[in-house]
């Protein structure tokens, strides 16, 4: 089969031809039919995540059930099944206090898909079962891709924080995370505001649901937030860690900042504007392949997608090389 593959540390992807992998116990065989790319594929780049090489990365990976490895229930897993694997590589242990509190993501024995073992840039990868979302019929392959990982990190991370629906909350970033954001917290009964740097992507903001656009590029910005309302939930999804203290102003009484992007360095946050205000910072790590399910269900049900453009794989270097420059997702097309 073809693959791209990362033979060293820092090298660039090679496409080289491989042995079509077989699925071990508990294990199954995907065809691949597109695979999402994502800032954190440069992890598997440079071993940020312990990785050996060669590896094949990817963990976006929307594809189909193929073959099924020992001791697979073939009355759950159907061949020919839509599947998606996303960050959540599977393998968790199902007996340890995380999984017991229903975290399998911290499963000491959960994996990365793309990293601990090859993910989706190659026309087939083998995967835990645990692993694996279904994929509700009819959805695109290439659209669905990314809702694998940009999509329920905003997706799960928002649903959690128990923000009473119609309230107004802020999305912080128009990028792969943003502009899905604007959609799922639109589509879930709440009232948004796009926060981003310049006026050019206000019209954009308002098309995916936004109700207000705030320039955080101009002075008085934050006063232009308290004006329309109490924010209740902020989610920072461009790293920037500069705006953290000025997000906490912003927000009203027991808003919640939520941090879902890297950010480059440590931020400042006086205490006494979280105490004062009963305000908190929450960081939020994606979620599982149950939750990845329930993101999907809810983004065709309510017609949330993702802004893509498709590459072949043997472009893919050019995916990842200019990543920075995606509006929004970039994809690679395997089928």
């Known amino acids: 089969m073809k693959a791209a593959v990362f033979k060293e540390k ?7 031809e491989v042995p079509v992998p077989e699925p071990k116990q508990g294990w199954v065989r995907i065809k691949v039919h597109s695979c999402g790319v994502c800032h954190s594929d440069n992890a598997c780049k440079y071993g940020n995540f312990g990785n050996s090489y060669p590896r094949i990365p990817g963990h976006e990976v929307f594809g189909e059930i193929e073959k099924l490895g020992e001791g697979v229930d073939p009355n759950y897993f159907k061949i020919g099944q839509l599947v998606g694997v996303g960050w959540f590589g599977g393998n968790h242990c199902g ?35 645990d692993s694996l979302a279904f994929v ?12 694998l990982c940009a999509g329920i990190t905003v997706f799960n991370s928002f649903r959690n924080q128990n923000i009473k629906v119609g309230s107004l909350v802020g999305v912080q970033g128009l990028g792969g995370l943003g502009h899905l954001a604007i959609q799922f917290c639109k589509k879930m009964g709440y009232e948004v505001i796009a926060m981003s740097s310049g006026d050019q992507k206000e019209k954009l903001a308002k098309e995916l649901g936004a109700a207000h656009y705030v320039n955080i590029s101009k002075d008085g910005w934050i006063d232009q937030m308290k004006a329309i309302g109490s924010v209740q939930c902020i989610l920072l999804t461009a790293p920037s860690s500069s705006i953290v203290q000025s997000s906490l102003d912003a927000l009203g009484v027991n808003g919640k900042l939520v941090l879902l992007a890297l950010l480059p360095e440590p931020f400042n946050a006086n205490s006494l504007t979280l105490i004062g205000g009963n305000k908190s ?4 790590s994606s979620g599982d392949s149950r ?5 999907l269900n809810f983004a065709n049900k309510n017609q949330v997608k993702a802004i893509i453009k498709t590459f072949s794989l043997e472009n893919v270097n050019e995916a990842l090389l200019k990543i920075a420059d995606a509006r929004f997702r970039h994809v690679v097309k395997i089928l």
């Open 10 to 16: 820092g090298g660039d992807l090679e496409i080289v």
């Open 95 to 129: 007996k340890c206090r995380e999984c017991l509190n229903d975290q399998w993501i911290f499963c000491k024995e959960s994996l990365i898909c793309g990293i601990h073992y090859d993910g989706g840039y190659a026309e087939y990868m083998v995967a835990p079962s």
């Open 136 to 147: 509700p019929e009819g959805m695109n392959a290439e659209e669905t891709a990314p809702l």
């Open 281 to 284: 910072i929450i960081g939020w």
């Open 291 to 295: 939750d990845t399910e329930q993101t």
